[in-house]
Structures are given as structure tokens and as C-alpha cells.
């Protein structure tokens, strides 16, 4: 026996799913993100990293799916004990997935501080 489930069960399944949010570690929340490899001259190359922000039907929820990606990011970065990421890519479509990628480093406090 088939089961269906109801379209309005699954369009609410949907939306809550929608208003999830990646939490971002303490860790996370103090490192450092640039584009620019120059900023991490003489720091030590740890790993790249990923976050991935799900693929959401309508642009409603695209703010979510890029702070998810990039709390996802740094979370691995500061993971592994980076202090700093150079962005390398960041992707973003209207019915896509957003994705962040980066370089972890760790860097010296002198070149990280804010």
C-alpha cells in the first residue's frame, strides 16, 4: 500500500525545514574571512574548507542558506584551529544551492586582529 503525503503537509514540511539555521561555533565567529591571500602571507596553510547552504525552492530563504554556508565554513576552520580563511568561492543561484569555499590558515594575532 502507497502512502501520499498531503501537499500541505509537505509545503509546511518545507518551510519549517526553511528557517533552520547552522549555529556558528565561538570558535567560528572569531576568525577572520578575506578575499585577499595577502592578508595571510606568512600564516600556515591548514586544510580547505566548505559550507554548503541547501537548495531552497524561492529566493525566501536565500539569506539563510548563505549564512548557513558560510557558519558551516568557518565552523570547519575553526575545527581544525584556523584563525583566518581567504575565500576562494562563493556561489549563489536563485534556485540553487549557496556554496562558500575557503583556505584555512593560522596566523600569527598581529595579523588577525580586527
Known amino acids: 500500500m502507497r502512502r501520499n503525503i498531503p501537499v500541505a503537509a509537505l509545503a509546511t514540511i518545507m518551510a519549517v525545514s526553511g528557517c533552520a539555521t547552522a549555529q556558528m561555533?565561538?570558535?567560528a565567529a572569531r576568525i577572520r574571512v578575506t578575499p585577499d591571500a595577502e592578508m595571510v602571507r606568512g600564516c600556515k596553510f591548514l586544510d580547505a574548507v566548505?559550507?554548503?547552504g541547501g537548495a531552497y525552492a524561492n529566493t525566501l530563504y536565500q539569506g539563510k542558506a548563505r549564512d548557513n554556508a558560510r557558519?558551516?565554513?568557518l565552523?570547519?576552520?575553526a575545527a581544525i584551529g584556523a584563525n583566518a580563511v581567504v575565500l576562494t568561492?562563493?556561489?549563489s543561484g536563485v534556485v540553487s544551492s549557496t556554496d562558500y569555499r575557503g583556505d584555512a590558515y593560522l596566523c600569527p594575532d598581529s595579523l588577525v586582529r580586527r
Do not use: D, F, I, L
Request: proline content about 7%.
Open 89 to 91: 568561492e562563493s556561489v
Open 25 to 27: 561555533t565561538p570558535g
Open 71 to 73: 557558519a558551516e565554513m
Open 75 to 77: 565552523n570547519q576552520a
Open 50 to 52: 566548505h559550507g554548503g
